[in-house]
T-cell receptor, first 112, second 113 residues
Framework: EAQVTQNPRYLITVTGKKLTVTCSQN?????MSWYRQDPGLGLRQIYY???????DKGDVPEGYKVSRKEKRNFPLILESPSPNQTSLYFC???????????FGPGTRLLVL | GDSVTQMEGPVTLSEEAFLTINCTYT??????LFWYVQYPGEGLQLLLK?????DKGSNKGFEATYRKETTSFHLEKGSVQVSDSAVYFC????????????FGTGTQLKVEL
């Protein structure tokens, strides 16, 4: 089954404790992206990647890092989480030249 | 920059009622337009899309027409069901813009018996 998976689905952590949210897709997509969803703001892009070793900032990159060492994986790293990063995070992927993006199930993060 | 504005929610309707969710956009380039749906506890799913002016996207009884003259992409359904209760997001991407989606704030729809 073609899908985008994220882990963990739920995470509670404390300020300053480094964490990684994993994202993996099995569709051989070139393009991958991270969004955060906040009430009243919709979804905003954090980072994106056009292919392996090619990443760039989206609209709200502060406090986040990403890497793309393999085509299928695109982890989101919070080096020192803060309470304002409490949010619902979605990973998405799409094939090159295709506009339709496929979303993962989301990761709900609470930073205390 | 690019932006999407959609009507505030929540919207509460009775089953079999007519649904309209308004969406307007501003774009620096030539956009493709999308409606995504988010059911409770799930990720976003593409509902329908339109890639050029006057195109009509349709799926599961939902329709939206790409209106360049009014920069709009309103979502409609003739008869909603309880199972349509979800959050609906209007979004755009700019051709050649790296596949970035710009979303509206979402409209929550609740359908009651």
């Amino acid at each position: 089954e073609a899908q985008v998976t994220q882990n963990p689905r739920y995470l509670i952590t404390v300020t300053g404790k480094k964490l990684t949210v994993t994202c993996s897709q099995n569709m051989n997509h070139e393009y991958m992206s991270w969004y955060r969803q906040d009430p009243g703001l919709g979804l905003r892009q954090i980072y994106y990647s056009m292919n392996v070793e090619v990443t760039d900032k989206g609209d709200v990159p502060e406090g986040y890092k990403v890497s793309r060492k393999e085509k299928r994986n695109f982890p989101l790293i919070l080096e020192s989480p803060s309470p304002n990063q409490t949010s619902l995070y979605f990973c998405a992927s799409s094939a090159a030249g295709q506009e339709t993006q496929y979303f993962g199930p989301g990761t709900r993060l609470l930073v205390l | 920059g690019d932006s999407v504005t959609q009507m505030e929610g929540p919207v509460t309707l009775s089953e079999e009622a007519f649904l309209t969710i308004n969406c307007t956009y501003t774009a620096t380039g030539y956009p493709s337009l999308f409606w995504y749906v988010q059911y409770p506890g799930e990720g976003l799913q593409l509902l329908l899309k339109a890639t050029k002016a006057d195109d009509k996207g349709s799926n599961k009884g939902f329709e939206a027409t790409y209106r360049k003259e009014t920069t709009s992409f309103h979502l409609e359904k003739g008869s909603v069901q309880v199972s349509d209760s979800a959050v609906y997001f209007c979004a755009l991407t700019i051709t050649g813009g790296g596949n970035k989606l710009t979303f509206g704030t979402g409209t929550q729809l609740k359908v009651e018996l």
